[in-house]
């Protein structure tokens, strides 16, 4: 990785080793990094399990001093997530995971350089390369911190798998893609193509992400999880920018 497109804000020092009780100083910077996290947070008006609030605060804080526009396209997808996986009759535990998951999905892109994450236009192969590293960099970063969330760490790595088998980095195929990770493919999904992106100006409304959805019915995703989501009443309208 070029060593000008890595910042000093890595998980490390932004805050992923640290709790927010912590965060007791009240530097410019301290209040700028709170103020991040409770907007992102804010945006995803959903009830977490008690014991997962403090992990997503901490993560959900150091990846928005990294890339804010993915801290907050990750509370949307949380709020996608949760909809869909309560819809699907998923077991409690599992919509609760699965709220934590869509946090926490971009996660891994705290590791990814800036220059690539927010380039415009097209990413070359190498790139590429790099990007695809984000699942297993974010499922492993909450597996090492917490071993007991193996469940939410799975649905992390599988979120860019596809039932047709050409998702990566398993490339594993229909449902041997844990259920978390098939939830979290159409949240998205959704949510990465009715958003404005820097690489993407021209975005899809509603209706054609519906369409898209459902165009991909066994293909990039689950068919019958694609059903249920295009079943829900009240698909929010587009969010702010942010990177998928
Ligand atoms: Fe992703």
């Known amino acids: 990785m070029p060593e000008d497109a890595r910042p000093n804000q890595t998980g490390h020092?932004?805050?992923?080793?640290?709790?927010?009780?912590?965060?007791?100083?009240?530097?410019?910077?301290?209040?700028?990094?709170?103020?991040?996290?409770?907007?992102?947070?804010e945006r995803g008006a959903i009830v977490l399990r008690a014991e997962h609030e403090p992990v997503r605060d901490r993560f959900i804080e150091a990846l928005a001093s990294y890339d804010s526009p993915t801290a907050l396209h990750s509370s949307r997808v949380a709020q996608f997530s949760y909809r869909l996986a309560?819809?699907?009759?998923?077991?409690?535990?599992?919509?609760?995971?699965?709220?934590?998951?869509g946090y926490l999905h971009d996660l891994g892109?705290?590791?990814?350089?800036?220059?690539?994450?927010?380039?415009?236009?097209?990413?070359?192969?190498?790139?590429?390369?790099?990007?695809?590293?984000?699942?297993?960099?974010?499922?492993?970063?909450?597996?090492?911190?917490?071993?007991?969330?193996g469940d939410v760490a799975e649905a992390i790595l599988a979120h860019h798998e596809r039932p047709d088998g050409l998702g990566y980095p398993r490339a594993v195929r229909g449902e041997a893609i844990p259920a978390g990770g098939r939830v979290l493919a159409i949240a998205d999904v959704f949510d990465a193509i009715t958003t404005p992106r820097v690489y993407r100006p021209g975005t899809a409304d509603v209706e054609q992400a519906r369409q898209y959805l459902?165009?991909?019915r066994g293909k990039q995703f689950d068919g019958d999880l694609v059903d249920i989501f295009l079943?829900?009443?009240g698909l929010p309208a587009p969010g702010p920018g942010g990177n998928s």
């Open 86 to 101: 309560e819809a699907a009759g998923l077991p409690r535990h599992q919509v609760e995971e699965l709220i934590l998951a």
């Open 13 to 41: 020092e932004s805050g992923i080793h640290r709790t927010s009780s912590q965060s007791s100083d009240q530097s410019p910077a301290t209040r700028s990094r709170i103020g991040r996290r409770a907007a992102c947070v």
């Open 214 to 216: 459902h165009s991909q």
């Open 231 to 233: 079943a829900l009443e």
């Open 109 to 149: 892109k705290i590791d990814i350089p800036v220059s690539i994450l927010a380039k415009p236009g097209r990413l070359d192969a190498d790139e590429w390369i790099i990007v695809k590293r984000h699942p297993e960099i974010g499922a492993n970063l909450l597996a090492e911190a917490h071993p007991e969330m």
